[in-house]
């Protein structure tokens, strides 16, 4: 960190040396050079903190790497009986490894050196990817979001394109993750620090610059995908309540007549499928869990740039922003959860059995009836 304005601030890019102990290296290590001053780290790193760092980032790495490969091991086996929602969980799957291989390992191998051992080329780089796995990670979940806004609210339009061979939110949201990183490379090089020590640092001409871009990539990653997910959410909620009592109130005399009171009672009418409430249960929870992993991330990282007094160095503070890879880990278990398929294949795996044999009517079992229209069951709703 920096004896610099602003003090403690972290890059949302993981970067080394985060104050007294090795804060999330995302975005930290930089410093504003203005005129010939020049601001650099002092390092008075917290050992035993960065230990446990260590430890959990190991943990996160592990279990993300692993998790992510093994569903996406599942559902590439599964590819023909590929869905819509099958196609968001393989490029969440991909994401999700971005994250675990190019953020999270590069800051657990800086936490174990100290110091970025790497030429600038690396360095830049490791930058780079840290951030686009943050941004693809987001906008694969507001891609996923809007896919299934258009198949609820707009399914005339979803039913025309059909099925093409390529899904175009996916890949925009790929692109744009691709683009809006490229600052990495310009901001971040290899740095001489001190006499004789070199790391990766960020370096900002204005004092406002740290500000600025942590406040532009806290917007763009988390603030923006986080409204426009909410919207899309609300509206498909509307639309679902509409659907199910609109249609409710127009049936509910004939239903009357034609079923006897005792099964009225037991199972009363819905409108809405079983395939349809486990997919949306599976929405919010991805949501909701991103949400959880990633807020106390950007709270932080905001806090360190706009108030450089701010307790942003205590243990709990670091374990928290480590915490928000832990989403990577996750969203693999999120979907074997709510997919039958999935979670029958992992357990094959787990008790080392032989896969087993395609069925006849494997492709009616994915798949259920609403209205005149044949939805998955892995697909949202």
């Known amino acids: 960190m920096l004896d610099s304005e602003p003090k403690g601030t972290t890059l949302l890019i993981m970067d080394n040396h985060f104050g007294t102990t090795a804060r999330s290296k995302l975005l930290s290590s930089f410093r504003n050079t203005s005129g010939n001053a020049t601001e650099l780290v002092v390092d008075d790193r917290d050992h035993q903190l960065a230990q446990v760092?260590?430890?959990?980032?190991?943990?996160?790495?592990?279990?993300?790497?692993?998790?992510?490969?093994?569903?996406?091991?599942?559902?590439?086996?599964?590819?023909?009986?590929?869905?819509?929602?099958?196609?968001?969980?393989?490029?969440?799957?991909?994401?999700?490894?971005?994250?675990?291989?190019?953020?999270?390992?590069?800051?657990?191998?800086?936490?174990?050196?100290?110091?970025?051992?790497?030429?600038?080329?690396?360095?830049r780089m490791v930058k780079y990817l840290q951030v686009v796995g943050m941004f693809v990670s987001s906008y694969m979940i507001v891609a996923m979001t809007f896919d299934r806004y258009q198949a609820i609210c707009r399914p005339m339009m979803t039913y025309k394109k059909g099925m093409t061979r390529w899904n175009i939110p996916v890949l925009v949201a790929?692109?744009?993750?691709?683009?809006?990183?490229?600052?990495?490379?310009?901001?971040?090089?290899?740095?001489?620090?001190?006499?004789?020590?070199?790391?990766?640092?960020?370096?900002?001409?204005?004092?406002w610059g740290s500000k600025a871009y942590v406040t532009w990539v806290t917007v763009m990653v988390f603030i923006l995908p986080t409204l426009f997910i909410a919207t899309c959410q609300v509206l498909i909620f509307k639309e679902i309540y509409c659907s199910i009592y609109q249609k409710s109130e127009r049936i509910t005399a004939s239903v009357i007549k034609k079923v006897q009171p005792m099964h009225n009672k037991d199972?009363?009418?819905?409108?809405?499928?079983?395939?349809?409430?486990?997919?949306?249960?599976?929405?919010?929870?991805?949501?909701?869990?991103?949400?959880?992993?990633?807020?106390?991330?950007?709270?932080?990282?905001?806090?360190s740039v706009w108030d450089p007094n701010?307790?942003?160095?205590?243990?709990?503070?670091?374990?928290?922003?480590?915490?928000?890879?832990?989403?990577?880990?996750?969203?693999?278990?999120?979907?074997?959860?709510f997919s039958n398929s999935i979670s029958h294949e992992l357990r094959q795996l787990f008790r080392c059995c032989h896969f087993r044999r395609p069925r006849m009517n494997s492709s009616q079992e994915d798949s259920c009836f609403t209205g005149s229209s044949t939805l998955p069951k892995d697909s949202f709703y």
Not at 275 to 298: D, E, H, Q, S
Not at 326 to 335: D, E, G, K, M, Q
Request: overall charge positive; some cysteine.
């Open 174 to 207: 790929w692109f744009t993750s691709l683009i809006f990183s490229l600052p990495q490379i310009f901001i971040f090089s290899k740095k001489k620090i001190d006499p004789g020590v070199y790391d990766c640092w960020a370096e900002f001409i204005q004092p």
């Open 310 to 337: 701010s307790p942003t160095n205590t243990g709990v503070v670091v374990i928290l922003m480590l915490l928000a890879s832990l989403n990577s880990c996750t969203n693999p278990w999120i979907y074997a959860a």
């Open 267 to 303: 199972k009363p009418y819905s409108g809405i499928t079983t395939a349809m409430a486990k997919t949306l249960k599976m929405t919010l929870v991805i949501i909701l869990v991103y949400m959880i992993c990633w807020t106390p991330f950007f709270v932080v990282e905001l806090r």
């Open 53 to 123: 760092e260590i430890a959990i980032l190991a943990t996160i790495f592990a279990l993300a790497t692993i998790g992510n490969l093994l569903v996406l091991f599942v559902l590439l086996k599964r590819r023909k009986y590929n869905t819509s929602m099958h196609t968001f969980m393989i490029n969440l799957c991909f994401a999700d490894l971005v994250v675990a291989f190019f953020q999270v390992l590069p800051q657990l191998v800086w936490d174990i050196t100290d110091r970025f051992m790497g030429p600038d080329l690396v360095c």
